[in-house]
Each structure stands twice: as structure tokens, then as C-alpha cells.
């Protein structure tokens, strides 16, 4: 047992401070708490040890922590819960106590631990949010700090909820549209793969022994088996290589650049990249303005929340460009990044008042291109990809085949 010297508030407001001994420090605040009382201080009474490597442990301890984050599904849940507990009545410390105690993930316990113990010592929940980079990200926490100004968190935390579906739900419907078509593909690898290093060299021992001038294909496949079996190892390690320096590259500013102005040049891809950024964009936006936040604060945050950094960078250009802080359908058109039919409508909303909902409309208007641009994606892909295994395949048979006929013309004659 360890003892705990804390400092609390009673129902009544008046402070109380004393010692306890408990198993640990959530043992403390749990007594704390059964004897109506709200904690603000709780301190471990035992002997430190030396500053310097105190300090130093635990500020790297700290930061590693720190570094923990909840995944896009365990965020929603925490978000969801604590929502619910809110708008039920109960006070944002007792809610994260509450949650504190479920058993979910070591990070996510982790996250709420820190979240319920700063807030019990005084501090903001955004404030708090905002050391967990890697968990909230900027829209997130904006939006909580938003709420808290306003007073109105739960409702806040209702939104985000929403938003956070809509982009999960965008994410799961992109990789369930390319199960298929990547299901296709390894099996198709695979079967090269196979026929090239146990099928073919079989029939390369049988046509030697036959001792026959070999058609222009088959000595190509044969080729290229024999190369793929002496040297495919050497390949393997070239392709990790190549994929790992270009992972490097494209975290770079120039390779991320490079990299999201090929994909607005692909057709298919390129109307998915450019509906769910704007379709993003929008969402974010409307939302930020909708609780209050500042338009070029909310420019700033949708800016960081946009996954192609060409859009981006327009983005950031029309923040520089705007003047009076509310028009900023202009200079978005200004740029030649975003469609006409986007800031058109954004004006409208400028002009009546209702950016918010001229924004919302224009995510809902872009959403739907989303989800028909991937449709028209995969639709072209499946055969794209069927055609492409049946060459491969084709030519693996057709080589061998010609060889078999040149062989039986020959034995026949």
C-alpha cells in the first residue's frame, strides 16, 4: 500500500485536503470519489529520487507515452461515450473517470488516464488533446475548444462524431471496392510466379533432351525462367530497394508534390482525389465556421486536413489572398484548382448568409461524385486486371504449345 497526500473539493464547495493509503493512484481518486468528494491534487507521498535522473526518466518516459494513439475506431468510441455521458448530466471529470475505468486498448486507457487526471488538476480538455497529436488531430481539437467557449460540448462532440463516420465510411468503401481487384492480381503473380520457376523448367529439361530448334516465345519464356530462378532473389532485393527509396522520396516535400500532381493527372484517379478533397474540405470548413471559428482559422485547419498537398497549397494561396476575412470564395476561384460549380455555390452562401449550409450542400454534392467515381474506378479496373492475367497466362501456354507442335511435326515427318 502507498500513501497519497490529496487536496479535494466537497459537494458543498469547500476544499478538504488529508492522506489515504490505496494500491495505487486510481485506487486514491476511486476512495476520493466514494466519499463525495471531487479531487483537484493527488500526490504519491515517497521518497524521489535524484532530480537529474528523475527529470530525465521521466521526461523520456513522458514522451514516449505521448506518442501512444488511439485508432480511427477506438477515437469514435471514446468520442461517442463521452458524448453520451455529457449530454446525460455528468461533469467532464467524473465522465472521464467513468471511462477510465473500462478495459479497452493500452493506448486508449492510456489516453484517458492523462485526460481525466489533467482535467481533474485544473486544465482545458483541449488544451489536454492538444499533447496527443498522433490521437486528435487539429480539426478535432479546434472544434473541442470551440465547444468549450460555447458551452456547448456534447452537442460539438455530436458533430464530430458525424464527421468522423463520413470519412471512415469513405475509407471503407475504397478498400472494399479494390478487395476484388487486388484478390485478382496476387493470384495472378502467384500463378506466373509458380508456373515460371516448377512448370516451365520441367518442360525445358523434355525439350532438351528432344534436342529441337525451339520457337522465338518458348526461348523467351525459357529465358526469362532461368532468369527469374538464378537471379530472383537479386530481383526481390531490387524491388524492396526501389520501394523503400521511394517511400523516402515521397516524404519529402518534392516527392509529395510530385506525387499528389501525377495522381490529378490520371484520369480515373484523379476525379477520386479531387471529390473526396473537396468533399473533405467543404465538410471541414462548414463545420469549423458553423461553430464559430474565425474563417481564416478554419482555412488554416482545412488546409492541414486535405491529403493532396497541390490542393492544399491552393488552399493556403486563398488564405494569403483573403483580405476582409469572409469572402474567400474569390480567391479560391482565383487559383484554377477548384471547379467553378464549387465556389459559385460557395458565393451564394457568401451573399445570403449561409456558408455553412452552402457548404454542407457541397460536400453532400461531392461525396456523391466520390462514391461514383470509385464505382467507375473499380468497374475498369476488374477488367483491366483480368485482361492483363489472361496475356500473361496466354503467353506462358501459347509459348509451350508452339513448342509441342513444332516437336510432334518434327517426330511425325
Known amino acids: 500500500m502507498a500513501k497519497f497526500s490529496y487536496t479535494a473539493r466537497a459537494r458543498t464547495g469547500e476544499k478538504v485536503e488529508g ?6 493512484r486510481r485506487a486514491a481518486l476511486l476512495q476520493i470519489e466514494r466519499l463525495g468528494q471531487i479531487a483537484v491534487k493527488v500526490e504519491e507521498k515517497s521518497v524521489a529520487p535524484p532530480p537529474s535522473a528523475a527529470g530525465g526518466w521521466r521526461a523520456l518516459f513522458s514522451r514516449r507515452a505521448r506518442r501512444q494513439r488511439m485508432g480511427a475506431r477506438d477515437l469514435l468510441n471514446f468520442t461517442s461515450e463521452l458524448s453520451d455521458l455529457l449530454a446525460s448530466g ?3 471529470g467524473n465522465a472521464l473517470n467513468t471511462l477510465s475505468r473500462r478495459r479497452t486498448s493500452d493506448a486508449t486507457d492510456y489516453v484517458v488516464r492523462e485526460l481525466r487526471d489533467e482535467i481533474i488538476r485544473g486544465a482545458s480538455l483541449s488544451e ?26 456534447s452537442e460539438v462532440m455530436g458533430r464530430i462524431i458525424k464527421h468522423y463516420e463520413r470519412i471512415q465510411e469513405v475509407k471503407e468503401k475504397v478498400i472494399m471496392a479494390l478487395v476484388y481487384p487486388v484478390i485478382v492480381m496476387v493470384v495472378g503473380i502467384a500463378t506466373l510466379i509458380f508456373a515460371m520457376t516448377f512448370v516451365i523448367p520441367r518442360f525445358t ?5 528432344l534436342g529441337s530448334t525451339l520457337p522465338v516465345p518458348t526461348r523467351l519464356l525459357i529465358g526469362l525462367s532461368a532468369v527469374l530462378i538464378h537471379y530472383g ?25 510530385w506525387w499528389d500532381g501525377f495522381q490529378l493527372r490520371v484520369p480515373l484517379i484523379r476525379d477520386i ?30 488546409e492541414h486536413t486535405v491529403a493532396n498537398s497541390v490542393i492544399a497549397a491552393e488552399i493556403h494561396n486563398a488564405r494569403d489572398r483573403v483580405t476582409d476575412g469572409t469572402t474567400i470564395s474569390g480567391p479560391l476561384a482565383a487559383g484554377k484548382v477548384f471547379p467553378p460549380m464549387l465556389t459559385d455555390m460557395l458565393a451564394i452562401g457568401e451573399e445570403t448568409g449561409d456558408m455553412s449550409g452552402a457548404l454542407a450542400h457541397i460536400a453532400r454534392r461531392y461525396e456523391a461524385d466520390l462514391d461514383r467515381g470509385v464505382k467507375i474506378f473499380t468497374t475498369v479496373l476488374e477488367p483491366i486486371l483480368i485482361v492483363l492475367m489472361a496475356v500473361i497466362v ?4 501459347i509459348s509451350i504449345l508452339l513448342a509441342v507442335f513444332d516437336l510432334t511435326s518434327g517426330l511425325r515427318a
Open 19 to 24: 492522506t489515504l493509503e490505496a494500491p495505487d
Open 90 to 92: 455528468m461533469k467532464l
Open 128 to 153: 489536454v488533446m492538444g499533447q496527443f497529436k498522433d490521437t486528435f488531430p487539429t480539426l478535432y481539437v479546434s472544434l473541442i475548444r470551440a465547444g468549450e467557449a460555447s458551452g456547448n460540448l
Open 205 to 209: 529439361l523434355i525439350f532438351k533432351d
Open 233 to 257: 532473389w537479386l530481383i526481390v532485393i531490387g524491388l524492396v530497394v526501389g520501394v523503400i527509396l521511394f517511400r523516402r522520396f515521397l516524404r519529402t516535400e518534392a516527392g509529395r508534390v
Open 273 to 302: 482525389i479531387t471529390a473526396s478533397a473537396f468533399a473533405q474540405f467543404a465538410r471541414t470548413l462548414g463545420m469549423l465556421i458553423g461553430n464559430g471559428v474565425p474563417v481564416l482559422d478554419a482555412l488554416h485547419i482545412g
Open 394 to 397: 496466354g503467353f506462358v501456354a
